[in-house]
């Protein structure tokens, strides 16, 4: 016997399998988060002491009053005084030494007390180099790489965590010190002619590192870091236009520090529907000396730090990039007064008070896109002081 | 049945008995019935009213007739065959099989219909003639199909006839010695002598017939003798062990042999369960029966009874199989036309199986057919199946072939998700079978199965999987009582992940595990009390975690690989399965099993004061190729015991431990085709549970309807868990990212069918938990602070409906209902901000439930008109999936996106999806 089946038709009508839900929120005690790194640069340390808060929380939650020292097995006791924001800070300055372990105590005005297992300074290793390439990235888009090289015979030297702190030159395309001023009515628009003597045409910007940057040494054959990529920028990206600097710091771990903050970022990365790292309470190396139940996030990290800076320009590297350094800085020239319809508006005087527009030139010809008096534009197009400083930093080297 | 309404609706409409007395001329030259038919049909005005199939092809006639009345030429016609005819309204020629149609006797006879006893009293009329025997639509004592013997003959007066034949296994088609067929109600017996063969004088008229035998389901089957016959039982093994499961697939035995209340499910049956795009799925029905679950739509394997999916022993025809699931899941690997049993042993394992823990799933192919040609193939929006039976030498050897292929791709591109737009997704797998018998008592059969997947769920990553296996078999008959399996066989499984990306990291990742497989299984039939199952095995394992390999000139990845692991696994065993007597029967089993980890291999020696990290290696040791390096053994025993109160109620307990010495690891809460599996070795030790259970089984109304209730306690020991964040993808050491620690199960399981009537169906509810717990020396191995906590797949509270209801003859109503607690998941309770970045902190594993998942289908089929002279045999079957459109999530999961933390669940189907299909068969 034959048999035949034949499926004539089958609709497929599966919409989205993957939505957004909403937070679901759990009143539960709030636990308290440590951020304590020390490090063998001689400085007053810091620790951060904060709380967990809701899913939907906007606000940080500061641990404030708690007492918190560092003891080593020398004996010798380091306490920390709360500055700001739960930020506790050495009252003296101190490095971690090699071969000596170090605990860190707090106490919260809860009356808890947590205690962190001894930790040391693992290894001390310098980095070599820091280089920059030209390069593209998955989106094939072009920009530069920031490498790092650190080449070491020292055989306890195996997990690096790296953070880095990029500084770099904010120009106002416009700049401009003339101002517009407002008269007693939206028609009385002028130029003033006294100079605001304190608008800048070069600004200096620092911004620190989010992302959880790690690798490992262990699994290859030589001990070496080697072009490690740090970051890529897209050559799009106004932060190198100009001059462009960043100081990477090195820091080598313990194995223990090296696994905790790699799965911490493996449990924050995305997922598809098919795959899901299993969750869970991360625990670190600090516990409750009372009540074990009670949780605490975070770690007491003791670890060597080496650091190097490195500098270049944008016209270096792509002497013909073809780039319009104005693009985000659009201009207009709003008329004085306008009438739709009977309906009377002051173009300019909404863009200056509601938009805060700044004047950037003179318009000397009028046309039926720029029909106005003056050209204005974005207020960092023409003071970059509005998103940076104007502070040369002590380590910039022109 | 419908015929025998008919009947009786043209005898209340026959007035008389009406003679034609036109004779006739006639020449058949070699001509079958029917073209003798068509051709008085031609030179008469008599039109005859029948169903071809009645009509034997293989009676040719080579008669001359002259001047002969029609009585005599179909009287000459007929007389082969087992056909009636009756003659009225002078033209009409009515063919009846087995009955005859009375005339003038139901005149004298009172015309009531007998309701009670079907056996008609002969002494209400004074007749020489046996009285007719009628069946009433109403009759009690009869349900489900009839199975007719003999030829009424109106003539004669005997009043008992001798009915005769085989009793064979219904799988093994092997004859069953010793079985008791009883007839109840009358108190008539027999049994079976050792070749199967039974013979005794039966009552005319209806009767029922029992077959008692402990091992075998009891069947019930509903005869009319009409004269005396042969007739062939087909029976069920039904194991003295507990929750055993029995699916069959092949239902096209001649369905006269099967009657109702065996505890199967066939695939016919399975048909009207209206399942997802179509497909026939052996493995999602067996979902619907209690103590089989999954994890949630869209994960590979499943849990029987609170046990990990590693822990299930996959079997296809004595091998391995190691992923019986293809599309991550959706589909099972079992091709449904080639599988002729589909066995769960949820319970006590048969000693003959060991290395797993919770479960045995036995699937047998087909033996091809050895007389004839025969072919099947189904052509679907998602796949296409063709499988054919071919004998190579007649009635000794024959070939079986069945191909299934997937274009599923379309549906992926259909998915309105971003993440699945650029993603694809085909299967294939194919199967082949040669069986050759030798003579009565070798026959050797080769088998061979092969099934290949391929799936891009990210863009730039392509997975495949394969499953291989190769076995040969040769089956010795050393006597009656005294018989051999030799099985050589070989089963892998392959997974490769190729990583394509635009960045200089591509790459391809290389997993597979190869087994080689002897087995030597004996069975003794030492008397009516003992038999005896014995034998050994050995096993051994070749896993190669893999290779990365850098892919392109332009990739930085460095080649890497993971060294192999090496293993073998052996084992000897004992069963004998007592039948004190017909109340009181045990079965009782040893297996010792050893494993050794075999060189070569470096394996690491930790600080034992240490959790197990990299860095508390404190030594190394290098072990030569095939040095056993590590041996672990163990004696699993088996218990089980059946008291039957009564032929329809029984008490089952059994009490069995065994050992598993394979480990499959996950990265993701639910399984996937890239879990990849891990032997036993120094560091980790083999898994072991310990499983009691009881139970109690009622049938009612002649098996019309089963009840059973069964409750078991599983303790385990050595379960692996993952370490929070644990990667197992080419990890060199794996024992550094897994927990093992004990956890326990238990639940209670009910299960009511009813197999008969216009409505029927099954309702199947359990009860079930399953715990872990974790609990260290070292706070990175505690979990939940060392407190026991529900596993993945914990779901409490599973309940399935299947109803078909016939709503008339051609159409019919099908619906399955499925609810189950959601799955256990560990929620975010709150955020915290370190190093710039806002991060989730978790609450104890496991503590929350996603929601419950409910989804009902429902499914139309109707049969095409019942012309007789049609081709082809239609049916259309519409079904809509998940008909309420609910969005049952299978996962729950939390990412920070942009410094912002951002929930999201995904569902596999969250909208009804329609199916229509068309069969027909010619």
């Known amino acids: 016997m034959k048999k035949y089946t034949l499926y004539i038709l089958v609709f497929m009508l599966c919409t989205s399998c993957v939505e957004e839900i909403d937070l679901r929120n759990f009143t539960s005690d709030t636990i308290l988060v440590v951020e304590a790194n020390l490090t063998n640069e001689i400085k007053h340390h810091s620790v951060k002491l904060s709380r967990t808060t809701p899913l939907d929380s906007v606000s940080t939650l500061y641990e404030t009053n708690a007492i918190v020292r560092i003891k080593d097995d020398q004996q010798n006791v380091y306490l920390f005084t709360e500055m700001n924001n739960g930020v506790y800070t050495s009252t003296q300055a101190f490095k971690a030494e090699i071969n000596t372990n170090y605990t860190l105590e707090i106490k919260t005005t809860d009356g808890e007390t947590y205690i962190s297992t001894p930790q040391k300074v693992e290894a001390i290793n310098d980095i070599d ?84 940057l790690q690798t490992e040494t262990r699994s290859l054959s030589s001990n070496s870091v080697i072009n490690f990529p740090i970051q890529f920028i897209k050559q799009t990206d106004s932060k190198i236009w100009h001059r462009y600097s960043i100081i990477v710091k090195q820091h080598i771990q313990s194995y223990d520090a090296y696994i905790y903050y790699k799965t911490l970022k493996k449990l924050s990365i995305s997922e598809n529907v098919f795959s899901q790292v299993q969750q869970g309470f991360i625990v670190g190396n600090m516990n409750a000396t009372s009540n074990l139940d009670k949780k605490i996030i975070g770690l007491f990290e003791v670890n060597s730090v080496s650091q190097k800076r490195v500098f270049f320009n944008f016209i270096d590297l792509f002497p013909n990039h073809g780039l319009s350094f104005t693009k985000d800085c659009l201009i207009e020239a709003p008329k004085i007064i306008e009438v739709v319809d009977g309906d009377v508006s002051y173009p300019l005087y909404e863009a200056l008070t509601v938009r805060k527009l700044r004047f950037a030139r003179d318009n000397e010809v009028p046309t039926t896109q720029l029909p106005g008096r003056f050209k204005i534009t974005k207020k960092e197009c023409v003071d970059c002081r509005y998103i940076a400083s104007n502070i040369k930093p002590n380590f910039w080297i022109d | 049945m419908k015929k025998l309404i008919l009947l009786l ?50 009676i040719k006639i080579n008669e001359k007739f002259i001047d002969a009345s029609i ?7 007929f007389e082969k065959t087992n056909l009636n005819f009756y003659i009225f309204e002078k033209t009409k020629v009515i063919l009846t099989i087995n009955s005859t149609i009375h005339n003038s006797s139901y005149t004298g006879l009172e015309a009531t219909i007998v309701e009670k006893d079907t056996i008609v009293n002969v002494n209400t009329k004074k007749t020489t003639k046996s009285a007719p025997i009628y069946i009433t639509k109403t009759s009690n004592s009869i349900r489900g199909k009839i199975v007719k013997i003999g030829k009424e003959n109106s003539n004669s007066n005997q009043k008992t006839f001798s009915l005769s034949g085989y009793v064979k296994n219904r799988i093994t088609n092997e004859p069953i010695g010793n079985m008791v067929l009883l007839i109840k109600t009358k108190n008539i017996f027999t049994t079976t002598n050792s070749k199967g063969f039974y013979s005794f004088n039966i009552p005319i008229g209806t009767n029922k017939i029992e077959t008692i035998l402990l091992g ?16 062939n039982l087909y029976v069920d093994e039904s194991t003295e062990n507990l929750d055993e499961v029995v699916i069959e697939a092949n239902a096209k035995k001649n369905v006269r042999n099967i009657v109702s209340g065996i505890t199967q499910i066939k695939v016919e049956e399975i048909k009207l369960i209206p399942q997802v795009l179509g497909e026939r799925d052996l493995l999602k029905a067996a979902t619907t029966l209690p103590g089989v679950s999954t994890a949630s739509e869209g994960s590979d394997g499943v849990n029987v009874r609170g046990g990990k999916t590693d822990q299930n022993l996959f079997l296809l025809d004595q091998s391995v199989l190691y992923n019986p699931t293809h599309f991550l899941g959706l589909f099972s690997a079992i091709n449904p036309f080639t599988t002729s049993g589909f066995k769960i042993f949820k319970g006590n394992v048969p000693a003959e199986y060991g290395g797993r823990i919770s479960s045995v799933f036995e699937m047998t192919t087909k033996n091809p057919a050895v007389d004839k040609f025969k072919g099947e193939a189904a052509i679907g929006p998602v796949t296409s199946n063709v499988s054919i039976e071919l004998p190579i030498i007649k009635d000794k050897s024959s070939l079986l072939l069945a191909v299934r292929g997937t274009y599923s791709n379309w549906i992926l591109k259909a998915i309105k998700s971003k993440s699945l737009n650029n993603s694809s997704a085909s299967f294939f797998d194919a199967i082949g079978k040669y069986k050759h018998q030798f003579n009565e008592n070798n026959s050797l059969s080769l088998a061979g199965y092969y099934s290949t997947d391929d799936y891009s769920i990210a863009s730039d990553t392509t997975n495949t999987y394969q499953n291989k296996i190769l076995s040969a078999t040769w089956a ?11 099985i050589l066989s070989n089963s892998s499984y392959i997974f490769d992940i190729d990583f394509d990306g635009k960045l200089n990291r591509n790459f391809n990742i290389n997993y597979n595990i190869n087994e080689y497989n002897l087995k030597l299984k004996m069975v003794y039939e030492r008397s009516k009390i003992h038999t005896f199952s014995y034998g050994v095995a050995s096993k051994f394992y070749v896993v190669s975690p893999g290779k990365i390999e850098p892919k392109g000139a332009n990739s930085l990845i460095t080649p890497f690989s993971v060294q192999r692991d090496k293993a073998l696994e052996s084992a000897i065993y004992i069963s004998d399965e007592i039948n004190l007597n017909k109340k009181i029967g045990f079965s009782i089993g040893a297996r010792y099993n050893v494993f050794s980890g075999l060189g070569g291999s470096t394996q690491r020696i930790y600080d034992p004061s240490r959790p197990k990290t990299d860095a508390s290696v404190i030594g190394e040791e290098t072990y030569d190729k095939f040095e056993a390096y590590k041996t672990y053994t163990g004696l699993s025993l088996r218990f089980s015991s059946r008291y039957s109160f009564n032929e329809e109620f029984s008490i089952k307990a059994s009490l069995h431990n065994s050992q598993q010495f394979i480990h499959r690891l996950s990265n993701n809460t639910t399984a996937t085709p890239t879990d990849i599996w891990k032997l036993s070795d120094l560091n980790i030790k083999p898994q072991e549970a310990i499983q009691a259970s009881i139970g109690l089984f ?39 990212e897994v927990l093992q620690g004990p956890g326990r199960s238990y639940g209670v399981e009910l299960l009511i069918r009813k197999n008969a009537g216009k409505l029927n169906g099954w309702v199947s509810y359990s009860y079930s938990r399953s715990l872990l717990k974790l609990d260290g020396n070292f706070a990175e191995e505690r979990i939940n602070n060392g407190r026991e906590f529900p596993t993945n797949f914990d779901k409490p509270h599973n309940l399935n409906i299947i109803a078909n209801y016939k709503l008339t ?79 049952n999530p299978n996962a729950i999961y939390f990412v920070t996106k942009e410094g ?8 596999i189907f969250s909208t009804p999806i329609p199916t229509l299909t068309y069969n027909f068969k010619f």
Do not use: M
Request: include cysteine.
């Open chain 2, 9 to 58: 609706l043209l005898l209340s409409s026959i007035k008389s008995s009406a003679q034609q007395k036109n004779n006739i001329d006639l020449e058949l030259n070699n001509k079958t019935i029917k073209e003798s038919i068509q051709k008085i049909e031609e030179k008469t005005n008599f039109s005859f009213y029948y169903i071809a199939a009645w009509l034997d092809d293989s």
């Open chain 2, 698 to 736: 009622k049938n009612f109304d002649g098996n019309d309807y089963e009840i059973s209730l069964e409750t078991y306690y599983k303790k385990y020991k050595n379960i692996l868990n993952y370490k929070i964040g644990a990667d197992f993808l080419l990890n060199k050491h794996l024992e550094t």
């Open chain 2, 809 to 887: 003859k051609r159409f019919s109503l099908s619906s399955n209902l499925a609810f189950q607690s959601g799955r256990p998941i560990t929620y975010p309770i709150g955020k915290y901000t370190t190093g710039g970045s806002e991060y989730l902190v978790y609450s104890d594993v496991n503590k929350f439930r996603i929601p419950n998942y409910f989804r009902l289908d429902i499914g139309f089929n109707a049969e095409g008109n019942h012309k007789l002279k049609k081709i082809a045999h239609s049916f259309w079957s519409f079904s809509i999936y998940n008909v309420l459109g609910r969005n």
């Open chain 2, 71 to 77: 009585e005599s030429i179909l009287n000459t016609l």
């Open chain 2, 900 to 907: 912002k933390i951002k929930a999201y669940k995904s569902s």
């Open chain 1, 129 to 212: 180099d820091i280089k920059i390439k030209i390069d593209s990235n998955s989106s094939n888009q072009t920009g530069v790489t920031i490498y790092v090289t650190s080449e070491s015979e020292n055989t306890k030297a195996n997990y690096y965590k790296y953070t880095y702190e990029e500084t770099y030159i904010v120009r106002a395309p416009y700049w401009s010190l003339y101002k517009l001023v407002i008269g007693n009515s939206p028609r009385n628009i002028v130029r003033n002619d006294n100079l605001d003597a304190e608008a800048s045409r070069t600004c200096y910007k620092t911004e620190k590192s989010i992302d959880l």
């Open chain 2, 216 to 231: 075998y389901k009891k069947q019930y089957t509903n005869l009319i003798i009409y004269n005396k016959g042969i007739h």
């Open chain 2, 476 to 486: 010795h008959k050393f006597n009656d009582k005294h018989k051999s399996d030799l």
